[in-house]
């Protein structure tokens, strides 16, 4: 895939959000770059889900502004911030949301399907996304009958599938053990890298921020730069 082109892919300027009254974000600033990885800590309930919400587009900020790659998320309508998270955003979630009733192959195309991409196209895509996260021999199973590692291996390649610009990813190893966690995350940050795709992770584990470029803190609704 060819490189994206240089710039910022998020740019948070002063985003306050609060829920019932209780403030989650306090004047958030944030700039990541096309192809970084940032991971967000904090402990539960401290605001992590909240930001990754907020810059996919699925909540709106009570004050300031959110962009994508220069495009301005609240001024778009619902149906246009619904058509730009379809075909520029993958999501990665910790309880994996695969669709039981499709296959692993149907599960990774959805995101081709619904972006209209031709049956040729899509079936190449898939396959060599299923070599590349070591899926091909599962391609025909059910969600049921898949590890934990396997299922989040087949989110990763669903939420990767349509070449998005940015991978969300919400606790994505919470589910899994300690090395099956390593190896599904490196899986993550390797893929991303190599198509210059930008990966924003909230995680509670120092662990999986690790594996970061950078990391941040939600301390007290602040959004602080973390060194590790």
Do not use: W
Not at 118 to 135: F, H
Not at 157 to 184: C, F, K, M
């Amino acid at each position: 895939m060819a490189a994206r082109p240089p710039g910022p892919q998020i740019e948070l300027t002063a985003v306050d959000k609060a829920y019932a009254g209780q403030v989650v974000l306090a004047n958030a600033e944030l700039t990541v770059r096309r192809g970084e990885s940032v991971a967000v800590l904090g402990r539960s309930g401290s605001g992590k889900s909240t930001l990754l919400k907020l810059i996919g587009g699925l909540d709106t900020p009570d004050r300031g502004a959110i962009l994508h790659g220069g495009r301005d998320l609240g001024a778009m309508s619902d149906d246009e911030r619904t058509r730009f998270r379809r075909q520029n955003l993958g999501f990665v979630f910790q309880f994996f949301n695969l669709i039981p009733t499709l296959t692993v192959t149907e599960n990774v195309g959805l995101p081709l399907a619904l972006n209209g991409y031709a049956a040729g196209a899509a079936e190449t895509r898939i396959a060599g996304l299923l070599a590349d996260l070591g899926l091909h021999a599962v391609n025909a199973r059910y969600p049921e009958e898949l590890s934990g590692g396997e299922q989040q291996r087949v989110a990763i390649a669903r939420a990767l599938a349509h070449s998005p610009t940015l991978i969300l990813a919400d606790e994505p190893t919470g589910n899994l053990d300690y090395e099956t966690a390593a190896q599904v995350l490196s899986l993550l940050s390797a893929t991303c890298k190599a198509s210059m795709t930008t990966l924003l992770v909230a995680t509670h584990s120092l662990e999986v921020a690790k594996n970061a470029d950078r990391v941040l803190t939600i301390r007290g609704a602040r959004l602080e730069e973390t060194p590790l």
